[in-house]
């Protein structure tokens, strides 16, 4: 195989060359400017006439795509208001090259979630999830962003993070009009609505996100957790005290599976704003408060493969239901005050997102021979706070310096109380009985730090009258801290089970009459992985970055940004010893080269080519030896604290024709060489398989993209339906193709190899795609906007390739999932109810109905996780005060 090689020290210097003349320039810029000027020619609104040069060639530039030489998408208030995305989740998946994953994670060019940072207001924020750094981007509200820039080639002012893309949510700044809104909505899913539905009780409050106590850990179990001593029987507790531990966990509320029919969905929100001129400025304040409450179920198959005599057979065969009641509480907030060149603003945040999740699973297990069944509670709050501090500030004689500060702090939180697992057997009759070895409940907390802060300092150096150069320095610095426990308990039956006993009902067995002289509370912490571990990520950066209209119409940005990181994670043993799992340190500075020219070079075209280094750092789930499990694909994860850092090389070029105003199109290849990319894979764990991580060798991916928007009228049509609307007609394409690198002697370092190097063909296939690369992702708009109506309706249609979501075992097929085709439909339409005006939103998604499958396929096809999704629909009415 050939290797393709890439370096960017002679494009970068070459570039930097051209700037030179340039500036020599600015220095004889009085003299020249005592000269006769040339009469520039007069176009119509069509381009800005200067004395001796042009700027912009072309009036339909959009300002975004104006003041960035970047290769970027913008979504505007606008944007997300047609399609009526409820998240920045949603909203980003009709960004050309952009899918999500899991509904959660946003995959930039098919490149994980990984490669891809994701900012608030140019601030980092933590992740509440185990298994990422980077927070899901589903936290985040619709209603609370005024925009979304996703930037896909590297800046030396982003952090260095970088592979897919910089993802950067702008929240809502001073209302130009007060404002004050509230809206109510209520929808249905036509698998979940109605039907019959697995719950448990849990506690009378639990609808409002925060249960009444029922699942906060005994007193007495706190006090053990606490004492540094594993609970168990005959060593540092006494019958007497486990009995009363053991009873003091809640039973019949959180074990007890019921059926229910499902009721709809519904929210409530609230928001508001003004600005008022004080003698210190304007000051401006707007808020938003929402709660929304929602239901899913899925009934679907689950499988495990095994290759056998060259096929993939399933050794596993399970029927699951799954129930998940989603609340959430969005609180956001912000101050704003400007006066003149000088704004500063306070940005707060408060996102609350509960799952209650009831489930069970029932099927033939090859490892037991027979037929088993497992029954699970669960309850995951994830807590998001952050607060900000930003300015802008503007100054010298001709505005021709900028300061622009920041500093962050950002706290997330996940706390799972009462995570439970009963497990049962099946005798001959066909009745399910106890097996009373396969039960758990465990309780975890996880907590998340990021302090952050920044300046970034500039100055604007006249070239001539009409060009001009700025000239950029910054500074950031980035702390981020986790913290993750988990404590497993269990009942034994140290005397067994009587017939009865293991047919009776789960909260019958487990009652306060049982614990003791039938079954006994211990601790099994730490029996899979290590227990608890701490993880700490310091990033310090500086960078310089000049823009500067080299010739007429063509603009250079060049910059380098020097990064030192700092990473590790300490596994820690609750009880004392020794975890027998390694600590892992990362420690390397960087420097990370960038350039992006950009050619204005006819009326409203442009191109831009740009290079850049950049890299990926492993996330602390990817590095810490803790077991977690994943409820939405029922798998097991195992971090590998063997990983090392990702280098990346990225080359990008598109060229842009904004034909009319808001109209264009766009076309661009891209290509990235990623040395060491992280990905999943599946091994096995004992008895059982799980999924950990691991270095491929090297990658690449090549690809291109095409976009375009475009709006029809009819006005002489017949049709007055026709006639009365403005017709819109957007799409995008993105075709990728990757592939993974293995030569003779590559080597990996698994989890369970103990630092051994093995052979990495042993796990990995040269040649095979990229885990997580889709090879298409398409998405398409059709619509209509009638102002005097008032009205706007689109139909929106959706499509991703399959693609690999972990690598199978040695010899076994990769894991591939199919997203499918998912196609929405959008109407909106205000009325005038009084004096109020009513806002109307009907919103209709998966109306094809697209299901989930994951699978494994060799000679057969294994289900390893399939489902209906199901039609949903949503009506909602917002009231304008």
């Not at 913008?74 to 399609?83: A, I, K, N, V």
């Not at 981007?137 to 893309?165: C, H, M, N, W």
């Not at 699942?215 to 168990?232: H, Q, V």
């Not at 090859?366 to 930003?390: A, H, I, K, M, V």
């Amino acid at each position: 195989m050939k290797t393709v090689t890439l370096t960017l020290a002679g494009a970068l210097m070459a570039t930097s060359a051209l700037i030179l003349p340039s500036l020599a320039m600015a220095q004889t810029a009085p003299a020249a400017a005592a000269q006769p000027a040339q009469q520039a020619p007069v176009v119509e609104q069509e381009q800005v006439s200067t004395v001796d040069e042009i700027v912009v060639l072309g009036r339909n530039i959009p300002e975004p795509n104006r003041q960035s030489s970047e290769v970027a998408a913008f979504l505007t208030s606008e944007d997300l208001q047609r399609t009526g995305d409820s998240s920045a989740a949603e909203a980003l998946t009709r960004v050309t090259g952009l899918s999500i994953v899991e509904g959660r994670f946003v995959y930039v060019r098919g490149l994980g979630e990984r490669y891809s940072s994701a900012l608030l207001n140019g601030s980092p924020l933590p992740s509440p999830e185990p298994l990422q750094r980077v927070v899901p981007l589903d936290l985040f509200p619709a209603d609370i962003l005024a925009g979304v820039t996703v930037q896909k080639t590297y800046s030396a002012r982003y952090p260095g993070e970088f592979g897919g893309g910089v993802i950067d949510l702008t929240t809502l700044a001073t209302p130009r009009e007060p404002f004050l809104n509230f809206g109510l909505t209520v929808g249905a899913n036509n698998e979940t609505t109605g039907r019959e539905g697995l719950i448990h009780f849990g506690s009378r409050t639990d609808f409002t996100s925060f249960d009444d106590g029922t699942r906060d850990l005994p007193g007495g179990f706190r006090l053990a957790f606490a004492s540094g001593n594993r609970i168990i029987a005959g060593q540092n507790y006494s019958d007497a005290e486990l009995r009363r531990l053991g009873q003091s966990l809640v039973n019949s509320p959180l074990r007890l599976l019921q059926r229910e029919i499902l009721p709809a969905n519904f929210g409530v929100k609230l928001s508001g704003g003004n600005a008022v001129q004080t003698g210190f400025g304007e000051v401006g304040a707007v808020f938003v408060a929402a709660y929304d409450n929602s239901w899913r179920r899925r009934v679907g198959v689950q499988q495990e493969g095994r290759l056998s005599q060259g096929e993939i057979e399933a050794q596993a065969d399970y029927d699951f239901q799954n129930t998940q009641n989603n609340i959430g509480v969005d609180l956001f907030g912000s101050l704003s005050l400007e006066n003149g060149a000088n704004t500063v603003k306070w940005t707060n945040l408060y996102v609350r997102n509960v799952t209650k999740a009831t489930r069970s699973r029932e099927g033939f297990n090859d490892l037991t021979g027979n037929n088993t069944r497992d029954d699970y509670t669960e309850w995951f709050e994830r807590e998001l706070f952050s607060t900000q501090l930003s300015g802008e500030h503007y100054f010298g004689g001709r505005d021709e310096w900028a300061l622009e500060w920041r500093g962050s702090w950002a706290q997330t939180s996940r706390d799972a109380p009462y995570e439970t697992r009963f497990g049962y057997g099946q005798l001959p009759d066909g009745t399910f009985v106890h097996n009373i070895q396969s039960n758990r409940i465990s309780f975890s907390e996880l907590d998340d730090t990021v302090v952050s802060g920044g300046a970034d300092l500039s100055y604007i150096l006249p070239l001539s009258n009409a060009r001009e150069a700025k000239f950029t320095v910054g500074v950031s610095g980035y702390d981020n801290q986790r913290d993750s426990v988990q404590r497993t308990l269990r009942f034994i039956a140290p005397n067994g089970l009587t017939p009865d006993q293991v047919r009776s009902r789960v909260d019958f067995l487990f009652s306060d009459f049982n614990i003791g002289p039938v079954l006994q509370i211990e601790e099994v912490t730490g029996s899979n992985g290590a227990a608890a571990y701490e993880a700490d990520m310091r990033v310090w950066a500086g960078y310089a970055q000049v823009e500067a209209e080299i010739l007429p119409l063509v603009n250079l940005t060049l910059g380098a940004r020097y990064e030192d990181g700092r990473q590790s994670v300490t596994p820690i043993d609750l009880f004392g010893g020794q975890t027998g799992f390694l600590p892992t340190q990362i420690e390397q500075d960087y420097i990370l080269p960038a350039a992006t020219l950009t050619w204005n070079f006819a009326e409203d075209l442009q191109l831009r080519v740009g290079a850049s280094k950049t890299l990926g750092r492993p996330q602390f789930r990817e590095l810490a030896p803790q077991q977690y499990t994943d409820t939405e694909s029922d798998r097991t994860f195992i971090g590998n604290p063997y990983l090392v850092n990702t280098e990346i090389v990225n080359l990008d070029a598109r060229l842009e024709w904004y034909f009319a105003s808001g109209q264009y199109v766009t076309a661009g290849v891209f290509y990235k060489d990623l040395d060491k990319p992280v990905e999943s894979s599946v091994v096995d764990q004992g008895a059982s398989i799980s999924q950990t991580f691991l270095n491929a060798p090297a990658a690449v991916v090549r690809g291109f993209e095409v976009e375009a928007k475009k709006y029809f009228d009819f006005p002489n049509a017949g049709l007055g339906f026709v006639a009365d609307k403005r017709w819109l007609v957007q799409g995008n394409y993105t075709w990728a193709d990757s592939e993974v690198q293995v030569s003779d002697g590559d080597t990996v370092i698994t989890q369970n190899s103990l630092g051994v190097a093995q052979p990495a063909s042993f796990y990995i296939i040269d040649g095979s795609r990229l885990q997580g690369q889709s090879e298409h992702v398409a998405n398409l708009q059709l619509g209509w906007e009638d102002d005097a109506a008032r009205s706007q309706a689109t139909l929106i249609a959706n499509y991703v390739s399959e693609r690999s979501s972990a690598r199978g075992r040695p010899g076994e097929p990769d894991l591939i999932q199919r997203p499918g085709v998912m196609l929405d439909f959008v109407y909106r339409k205000d009325l005038d109810v009084g004096r109020r005006t009513l806002g109307f939103a009907l919103e209709l998604r998966n109306l094809l109905n697209e299901d989930f499958l994951e699978y494994q396929e060799l000679g057969q096809r294994v289900i390893v996780n399939g489902y209906d999704l199901g039609v949903s629909g949503s009506v909602s009415l917002t009231a304008r005060f």
